[in-house]
């Protein structure tokens, strides 16, 4: 599709600028959507960019921040040329879709030989009263995953790795923000004197090769209406200064929020102890609990067959849970071969249907997830990987196959999917079949406490609809020989901790 003649020399007119101003305010409005673009690949040249086959911005150097455009939602294509060369010499085209309502972050990273286009959504919801928002993206191709800490060594974001971003909101202050790499102490980055404002989300690009890391600064207003090209705008946030404020406050302690599923098709029922106390018996495959906030922090982690002593464990891990963060922790694979694994969860605030579907079934092999038409939606995810999807609420019947194929293993059929949900969709085994278990949670009322969004960091890749799908965290198992699964599972211990001890209540979906 063409958009207007209006957006097009308002985008041209932002983008030729080069340096844009550092901060501005923007809103999308109805049928439209904001896209910001950054050339964040180090040793690329100057290129230009193209829209649905026009110039959008010509001779882009790195590193390059737009602000946010607003754009009729749907389906663009986008290209990368070297600039001065003809849209023939592209070294990168993809397929962008925009949805109406939503923000965009679309970034060329990666080293000039990997070059990719990576698409982010960004989260331009107002902030809490007294509160700044900030988001961390890892925009360096040879850096290591990292962390943000305050410089006491508080963890703000943890594991952030390449091409990733973190989001988080703090109460307005200035802050000894550094950036290492994630496990050690040393400062890769140091943004002494960070001054974070109420009402503003700050977009910290964390850019070029390691050897030389840099972090950009770009300051977006959230309280205000959308800005236009004709107007004045809003004077530039100083530069941090190496001077620390006498007093920061401390970051509000969050809690996770964490639920929990027994997915192991041959395991027997289990015991659960935490810190040495019996808090879950006798849970059997396959039961999903709900999410409930337990405090941040590292627990002791016991399982025992039912009805035996902690020492008795077969599995004895020790498992922390972050603030703000939001947890599905699943007992997977086969008796012979238990283990925990860990899915981080999206619970933040959606206008559409969100579904995430986890493949916990051992043996059944990569699969595809289609439309009942055939159309693909996710492609090729494997045991113990996830991939989330955003679509517009209405009734869908979706099939799984072996990936590659158009063999049925399994699907659901005019499933109807309601905005302002969180579908978690489990592909496990019956006692020989595949079979999916569906899990709503409501998160458009708050079910998740947490800022928004919940989750770690997470790029979406373009094209889209279809997700890249993540591999959870394996939790360790410290005993060897184990025969019991890891069965009602670490965080439904922690809930009941949290509860005082009162029983948990569990849905068993078969």
Known sequence: MKFSLRMFMMLLAVLMVGALPPQFSVKAQEGTTLLRVVHASPDAPAVDIYLNGEAALRDVPFFTATGYIELPAGSYTAAIVPAGASLADAVLTADVTLMAGKTYTAAAAGALAELKLLAFEDNLAPTAEGEARVAVYHLS??????????????????????????????????????VTPTGSDAVVLNLAGTMLEAGNLYSVFATDFVSNLTAKIEVTNLTQAA????????????EPTAEPMPEQPAVPALPASVRVVHASPDAPAVDVYVNGNLTLSNVPFFTVSDYLEVPAGTYRIQVTPAGAAPDAAVIDANVEVLPGRAYTIAATGFVANIGASIFDDNLSPTNDARLTVYHVAPDAGPVDVKLA?????IRNLDFLEYATLEVPPGTYSVNVTPAGSDAILTGLTDATLESGVFYGVFAFLTPGALALDVVPVRVSEGVAAQPDPTPPPVAIPIPAPEPTPVPPVRLPDTATGSTVPMGGLVATALLLIVAGGAALAVRRRR
Request: no cysteine; hydrophobic share 40%; proline share 20%.
């Open 141 to 178: 191709p040879d850096a290591p995953a990292v962390d943000v800490k305050l410089a006491d060594g508080t963890p703000l974001l943890t594991n952030l790795p390449f091409s990733f971003v973190g989001t988080l909101d703090v109460p307005a202050a200035t802050y000894d923000l550094i």
């Open 227 to 238: 800005a236009t090209p004709d107007e004045p705008m809003p004077a530039p946030m100083p």
């Open 373 to 377: 038409d055939g159309t693909p939606l």
